[in-house]
């Protein structure tokens, strides 16, 4: 099995930082991509931004300019930093890793973290 343990979430001020981190840990060959999806009260979940084992990056257009992700491959770890944070940042947000469990199969697996909150203050 894989683990994803999130790490940073909290409260902020409207303009403040914030920096999630996601490790991931278990049986792991290769990760294909890993990354942040959010989702607020009463609305579907969606992606923030992901970054792909090439290092090939997709985010939302609203966190555009302002979150950064970045991925230590060494370490299974994703990150994303949050700047210039706003109100409607607010929600739980997710890690996401398609993960290869063996070079045998090429399988990927699809695995979620359990979820930390950001909440953003006007």
């Known amino acids: 099995q894989v683990q994803l343990v999130e790490s940073g979430g909290g409260l902020v001020q409207a303009g403040g930082s914030l920096r999630l981190s996601c490790a991931a840990s278990?049986?792991?060959?290769?990760?294909?991509?890993m990354g942040w999806y959010r989702q607020a009260p009463g609305k579907q979940r969606e992606l923030v931004a992901a970054?792909?084992?090439?290092?090939?990056?997709n985010s939302a257009e609203s966190v555009k300019g302002r979150f950064t992700v970045s991925r230590d491959n060494a370490k299974n770890t994703v990150y994303l930093q949050m700047n210039s944070l706003k109100p409607e940042d607010t929600a739980v947000y997710y890690c996401?890793?398609?993960?290869?469990?063996?070079?045998?199969?090429?399988?990927?697996?699809?695995?979620w973290g359990q979820g930390t909150q950001v909440t953003v203050s006007s």
């Open positions: 996401h890793a398609i993960v290869i469990r063996s070079s045998y199969t090429n399988l990927e697996y699809s695995y």
């Open positions: 278990g049986s792991i060959f290769s990760i294909s991509s």
């Open positions: 970054v792909t084992g090439r290092g090939g990056t």
